[in-house]
């Protein structure tokens, strides 16, 4: 069982990028999909989630209008789409997926928003 995020990097404010997070071992499709964020010297903070069948979300405030959350449950995979980023998006990105007692965590993706 393993949660892969992808797609991080250093980025110019205003700039773009999207995380990637793949699923190997089970089938992301029944699992409540989360986004994390961890600042350096900070604790880890939602960041945004998506939920099954119909797939409706949820963002922190913080990123709201910028952020978007997405599924492709074919692909096993889940996106985070990071618009019009600051620098204050620069931290580790982490994808979680839940289900029941299952809570499952990937390894973390470097965000570096700086000029």
């Known amino acids: 069982v393993q949660l892969v995020e992808s797609g991080g990097g250093l980025v110019q404010p205003g700039g773009s990028l999207r995380l990637s997070c793949t699923a190997s071992?089970?089938?992301?499709?029944?699992?409540?999909m989360k986004w994390y964020r961890q600042a350096p010297g900070k604790e880890r903070e939602w960041v945004a989630t998506?939920?099954?069948?119909?797939?409706?979300?949820n963002y922190a405030d913080s990123v709201k209008g910028r952020f978007t959350i997405s599924r492709d449950d074919a692909k096993n995979t889940v996106y985070l789409q990071m618009n019009t980023l600051k620098p204050e998006d620069t931290a580790v990105y982490y994808c979680?997926?839940?289900?029941?007692?299952?809570?499952?965590w990937g390894q973390g993706t470097q965000v570096t928003v700086s000029s």
């Open positions: 071992g089970f089938t992301l499709r029944s699992y409540v």
């Open positions: 979680n997926a839940i289900r029941d007692r299952n809570n499952y």
């Open positions: 998506i939920f099954t069948f119909g797939g409706s979300t």
